[in-house]
Protein backbone atom coordinates (compact mmCIF):
# COMPACT_ATOMS: atom_id res chain seq x y z
CA UNK A 1 0.00 0.00 0.00
CA UNK A 2 1.03 3.18 -0.58
CA UNK A 3 1.66 6.36 1.91
CA UNK A 4 -0.02 9.82 1.80
CA UNK A 5 1.95 12.35 2.55
CA UNK A 6 1.16 16.27 4.30
CA UNK A 7 2.96 18.86 4.47
CA UNK A 8 2.27 22.78 4.72
CA UNK A 9 3.87 26.09 5.39
CA UNK A 10 6.69 26.12 3.55
CA UNK A 11 6.10 30.32 2.61
CA UNK A 12 8.89 30.16 -0.59
CA UNK A 13 9.60 32.84 -1.85
CA UNK A 14 9.47 35.08 1.47
CA UNK A 15 11.64 38.48 1.75
CA UNK A 16 11.77 37.77 5.35
CA UNK A 17 13.44 34.10 5.35
CA UNK A 18 17.25 34.32 5.00
CA UNK A 19 17.75 30.56 3.61
CA UNK A 20 14.86 30.81 0.76
CA UNK A 21 17.44 28.43 -1.65
CA UNK A 22 18.30 26.24 0.70
CA UNK A 23 14.56 25.34 2.21
CA UNK A 24 13.15 24.97 -2.01
CA UNK A 25 16.08 22.47 -2.16
CA UNK A 26 15.50 20.53 0.72
CA UNK A 27 11.80 20.82 -0.11
CA UNK A 28 12.08 19.27 -3.46
CA UNK A 29 14.90 16.17 -2.11
CA UNK A 30 11.84 15.62 0.38
CA UNK A 31 9.69 15.33 -2.91
CA UNK A 32 11.93 13.09 -4.99
CA UNK A 33 12.72 11.05 -1.93
CA UNK A 34 8.45 9.92 -1.66
CA UNK A 35 7.95 9.84 -5.12
CA UNK A 36 7.91 6.05 -5.78
CA UNK A 37 6.41 5.41 -2.20
CA UNK A 38 3.69 8.11 -2.62
CA UNK A 39 -0.29 8.01 -3.82
CA UNK A 40 -0.85 11.61 -2.50
CA UNK A 41 0.32 14.20 -1.28
CA UNK A 42 -1.57 17.05 0.15
CA UNK A 43 0.14 20.37 0.58
CA UNK A 44 -1.88 22.13 2.76
CA UNK A 45 -1.70 25.94 2.35
CA UNK A 46 0.83 28.65 2.34
CA UNK A 47 3.61 26.86 0.55
CA UNK A 48 4.09 30.04 -1.31
CA UNK A 49 4.52 33.68 0.55
CA UNK A 50 2.94 35.41 -1.55
CA UNK A 51 1.17 33.76 -5.17
CA UNK A 52 -0.47 35.92 -7.64
CA UNK A 53 -1.03 34.98 -10.95
CA UNK A 54 -1.92 36.69 -14.04
CA UNK A 55 -3.57 35.38 -17.01
CA UNK A 56 -0.34 35.38 -18.96
CA UNK A 57 2.29 35.70 -16.30
CA UNK A 58 3.39 34.42 -13.07
CA UNK A 59 5.47 35.48 -10.50
CA UNK A 60 9.21 34.98 -10.99
CA UNK A 61 11.19 31.47 -9.31
CA UNK A 62 10.20 27.99 -7.80
CA UNK A 63 11.02 26.57 -11.01
CA UNK A 64 12.44 23.38 -9.03
CA UNK A 65 9.60 23.04 -6.78
CA UNK A 66 7.23 23.09 -9.58
CA UNK A 67 9.04 21.29 -11.68
CA UNK A 68 9.13 18.62 -8.82
CA UNK A 69 5.25 18.43 -8.45
CA UNK A 70 4.81 18.27 -12.09
CA UNK A 71 7.28 15.36 -12.32
CA UNK A 72 5.03 13.76 -9.79
CA UNK A 73 1.77 14.45 -11.51
CA UNK A 74 3.10 13.24 -14.64
CA UNK A 75 3.94 9.73 -12.83
CA UNK A 76 0.72 9.50 -11.74
CA UNK A 77 0.75 10.53 -7.98
CA UNK A 78 -1.70 12.73 -7.00
CA UNK A 79 -0.67 16.13 -5.91
CA UNK A 80 -3.41 18.52 -3.87
CA UNK A 81 -3.10 21.83 -2.89
CA UNK A 82 -4.56 23.50 -0.79
CA UNK A 83 -4.30 27.50 -0.66
CA UNK A 84 -3.64 28.94 2.69
CA UNK A 85 -3.78 32.65 3.48
CA UNK A 86 -1.04 33.63 1.69
CA UNK A 87 -1.16 32.19 -2.00
CA UNK A 88 -4.94 32.57 -2.53
CA UNK A 89 -5.23 34.08 -6.11
CA UNK A 90 -4.47 31.05 -7.97
CA UNK A 91 -6.50 30.82 -11.18
CA UNK A 92 -5.89 27.70 -13.25
CA UNK A 93 -2.20 27.63 -13.83
CA UNK A 94 -1.31 25.25 -10.83
CA UNK A 95 -3.66 22.83 -12.26
CA UNK A 96 -2.73 23.59 -16.08
CA UNK A 97 0.91 23.50 -15.79
CA UNK A 98 2.10 21.64 -12.71
CA UNK A 99 -1.49 18.75 -12.38
CA UNK A 100 -2.07 19.87 -9.03
CA UNK A 101 -5.75 19.44 -7.75
CA UNK A 102 -5.84 22.97 -6.13
CA UNK A 103 -8.67 23.50 -2.65
CA UNK A 104 -10.16 26.95 -1.80
CA UNK A 105 -11.85 25.37 1.33
CA UNK A 106 -11.53 22.94 3.70
CA UNK A 107 -12.18 19.22 2.77
CA UNK A 108 -13.73 16.56 4.11
CA UNK A 109 -12.39 12.61 2.27
CA UNK A 110 -11.77 9.68 2.53
CA UNK A 111 -8.38 7.75 2.57
CA UNK A 112 -7.79 4.24 2.76
CA UNK A 113 -11.50 3.95 4.53
CA UNK A 114 -10.38 6.85 7.43
CA UNK A 115 -12.45 9.97 6.79
CA UNK A 116 -9.73 13.23 6.84
CA UNK A 117 -10.91 16.89 7.44
CA UNK A 118 -7.89 18.91 5.46
CA UNK A 119 -7.86 22.74 5.85
CA UNK A 120 -4.98 25.16 6.22
CA UNK A 121 -6.47 26.87 9.25
CA UNK A 122 -7.06 30.59 8.83
CA UNK A 123 -9.85 31.84 10.15
CA UNK A 124 -10.86 28.65 11.48
CA UNK A 125 -11.80 29.57 15.40
CA UNK A 126 -10.14 32.62 14.83
CA UNK A 127 -11.72 35.43 16.97
CA UNK A 128 -9.76 38.31 15.12
CA UNK A 129 -11.76 40.65 13.50
CA UNK A 130 -8.68 42.63 11.80
CA UNK A 131 -7.73 39.02 10.51
CA UNK A 132 -11.28 38.24 9.39
CA UNK A 133 -11.83 41.72 7.84
CA UNK A 134 -8.46 40.79 5.81
CA UNK A 135 -9.57 37.30 4.88
CA UNK A 136 -12.22 39.26 2.87
CA UNK A 137 -11.00 41.68 1.42
CA UNK A 138 -8.52 38.77 -0.15
CA UNK A 139 -11.01 36.68 -1.04
CA UNK A 140 -13.19 39.11 -2.46
CA UNK A 141 -13.70 38.78 -6.38
CA UNK A 142 -13.71 42.40 -7.02
CA UNK A 143 -10.17 43.09 -5.12
CA UNK A 144 -8.79 40.13 -6.87
CA UNK A 145 -9.74 41.71 -10.01
CA UNK A 146 -8.45 44.92 -8.96
CA UNK A 147 -4.74 43.68 -7.91
CA UNK A 148 -4.88 41.42 -11.54
CA UNK A 149 -5.75 44.72 -13.66
CA UNK A 150 -2.87 46.39 -11.75
CA UNK A 151 0.50 45.92 -13.19
CA UNK A 152 2.88 42.84 -12.02
CA UNK A 153 5.46 45.15 -10.81
CA UNK A 154 3.32 46.74 -8.28
CA UNK A 155 0.78 43.81 -6.96
CA UNK A 156 3.85 41.64 -6.37
CA UNK A 157 5.60 44.28 -4.64
CA UNK A 158 2.64 44.95 -2.57
CA UNK A 159 2.11 41.19 -1.71
CA UNK A 160 5.72 40.14 -0.85
CA UNK A 161 5.96 43.38 1.26
CA UNK A 162 2.80 42.24 3.27
CA UNK A 163 3.62 38.91 3.85
CA UNK A 164 6.96 39.75 4.73
CA UNK A 165 5.99 42.22 7.44
CA UNK A 166 3.76 39.68 8.56
CA UNK A 167 5.83 37.47 9.70
CA UNK A 168 8.46 40.08 10.59
CA UNK A 169 5.84 41.40 13.41
CA UNK A 170 6.46 38.42 15.37
CA UNK A 171 9.02 37.80 18.04
CA UNK A 172 12.18 36.46 15.80
CA UNK A 173 9.95 36.19 12.90
CA UNK A 174 8.31 33.21 14.77
CA UNK A 175 5.27 31.94 15.52
CA UNK A 176 3.79 32.02 19.22
CA UNK A 177 3.67 28.73 21.05
CA UNK A 178 1.24 26.38 21.52
CA UNK A 179 -1.57 27.82 23.53
CA UNK A 180 -3.08 25.01 25.55
CA UNK A 181 -6.16 22.42 25.05
CA UNK A 182 -8.69 25.12 25.79
CA UNK A 183 -6.83 28.58 23.71
CA UNK A 184 -5.37 27.04 20.55
CA UNK A 185 -7.95 28.46 18.43
CA UNK A 186 -7.82 24.94 15.94
CA UNK A 187 -8.12 22.92 19.01
CA UNK A 188 -11.37 24.65 20.15
CA UNK A 189 -12.74 24.70 16.80
CA UNK A 190 -12.14 21.00 15.92
CA UNK A 191 -13.93 20.25 19.16
CA UNK A 192 -16.85 21.68 18.23
CA UNK A 193 -17.07 20.55 14.91
CA UNK A 194 -16.58 17.14 15.96
CA UNK A 195 -19.89 17.20 17.80
CA UNK A 196 -21.55 17.14 14.52
CA UNK A 197 -19.50 15.33 12.79
CA UNK A 198 -18.98 12.00 14.50
CA UNK A 199 -17.54 10.37 11.63
CA UNK A 200 -14.29 12.04 11.25
CA UNK A 201 -11.30 10.30 12.47
CA UNK A 202 -8.38 12.75 11.58
CA UNK A 203 -8.33 16.45 11.36
CA UNK A 204 -5.27 18.03 9.89
CA UNK A 205 -4.20 21.57 9.58
CA UNK A 206 -1.16 23.90 8.81
CA UNK A 207 -1.09 27.33 9.39
CA UNK A 208 0.01 28.08 12.84
CA UNK A 209 3.63 26.31 12.11
CA UNK A 210 3.68 24.42 15.45
CA UNK A 211 3.98 20.74 15.35
CA UNK A 212 1.27 19.03 17.32
CA UNK A 213 -0.47 15.66 17.63
CA UNK A 214 -3.56 15.15 19.65
CA UNK A 215 -5.80 12.51 20.65
CA UNK A 216 -9.90 14.69 21.03
CA UNK A 217 -11.78 11.31 21.53
CA UNK A 218 -11.12 7.44 21.26
CA UNK A 219 -11.45 7.82 17.55
CA UNK A 220 -10.68 11.43 16.51
CA UNK A 221 -6.97 12.67 16.38
CA UNK A 222 -5.84 16.01 14.97
CA UNK A 223 -2.68 17.05 14.02
CA UNK A 224 -1.30 20.76 13.16
CA UNK A 225 1.94 19.85 10.82
CA UNK A 226 4.66 22.59 11.65
CA UNK A 227 5.92 24.37 8.80
CA UNK A 228 9.18 23.73 6.30
CA UNK A 229 10.88 27.02 7.48
CA UNK A 230 12.61 25.37 10.23
CA UNK A 231 11.05 22.45 11.18
CA UNK A 232 10.85 20.31 7.68
CA UNK A 233 8.05 18.05 9.42
CA UNK A 234 5.72 15.86 7.74
CA UNK A 235 2.80 13.68 8.21
CA UNK A 236 2.63 10.21 6.59
CA UNK A 237 -0.51 7.84 6.56
CA UNK A 238 0.13 4.39 5.48
CA UNK A 239 -3.58 3.34 5.70
CA UNK A 240 -2.82 1.80 8.76
CA UNK A 241 -0.52 4.09 10.79
CA UNK A 242 -0.55 7.87 11.01
CA UNK A 243 2.64 9.62 12.42
CA UNK A 244 4.61 13.05 12.02
CA UNK A 245 7.94 12.68 10.86
CA UNK A 246 11.08 15.40 10.62
CA UNK A 247 12.63 15.42 7.47
CA UNK A 248 16.25 15.06 7.90
CA UNK A 249 18.55 14.88 4.86
CA UNK A 250 20.52 11.81 3.97
CA UNK A 251 17.87 9.31 5.90
CA UNK A 252 15.41 7.23 4.18
CA UNK A 253 12.21 7.60 5.64
CA UNK A 254 8.88 5.38 4.75
MN1 LIG B 1 -1.12 30.47 7.01
Request: with cysteine.
Amino acid sequence: MKNVYFLSDAHLGSLAIDHGRMQERRLVRFLDSIKEKAKAIYLLGDMFDFWNEYKYVVPKGYTRFLGKLSELTDMGVEVHFFTGNHDIWTYGYLEKECGLTVHTKPETTEIYDKVFYLAHGDGLGDPDNKFKLLRKVFHNRLCQRLLNFAHPWWGMQLGLNWAKHSRLKRADGKEAPYMGEDKEFLVTYTKEYMKTHPDIDFFIYGHRHIELDLMLSRKTRMMILGDWIWQFTYAVFDGEHMFIEEYVEGESRP
